[in-house]
């Protein structure tokens, strides 16, 4: 069987200002297609500078949430604000030592050990994590351990 198929000469009946024309917008469209790729592209990495933004501000609430709570002597909620808040900001160092803070004076002293040791390595400086983590190791019994990293 054959095969039926429509064929047209390009170019016999276009006059050369309509192909002209056509040539031009085509090279419009494609500009316009490489200004929009740059633009998702910078609106890509504008959206993840917003969504930083949101969960630092969101961790911030969290954490203060969860302070108020602490001080109102409802410890366990407390602890799952700050929870939430390190999901979003791991890297919080205060959070760690706020929550090992609360860990003992629940008197659950491994998780408040491991909660100080992780905010000494997010922030070696902090002397606030550092008393929390020697008062967390007092807890424990570990007085040597405690006398060895204050001298240090």
């Known amino acids: 069987m054959a095969s039926f198929g429509w064929k047209r000469k390009i170019g016999e009946k276009v006059s050369k200002a309509t192909s002209q024309q056509f040539e031009a917008e085509a090279a419009d469209d494609k500009d316009l297609a490489d200004d929009d790729e740059a633009n998702w592209v910078h609106a890509t990495k504008r959206r993840k500078e917003i969504l930083l933004e949101d969960c630092v501000k969101k961790s ?41 803070q609360v860990l003992m004076s629940l008197h659950e002293m491994f998780p408040a050990v491991h909660a100080a040791e992780m905010a000494v390595q997010r922030n070696p400086r902090s002397w606030d994590a550092w008393q929390t983590l020697g008062r967390a190791q007092l807890g424990l019994g570990e007085i040597a351990l405690v006398g060895k990293q204050t001298r240090v």
């Open 60 to 100: 911030k609430e969290l954490k203060d949430e969860g302070a108020n709570l602490a001080e109102n002597k409802r410890y366990r909620e407390a602890i799952h604000k700050w929870d939430e808040a390190l999901q979003l900001t791991p890297e919080d160092a205060t959070l760690y030592e706020m929550k090992s």
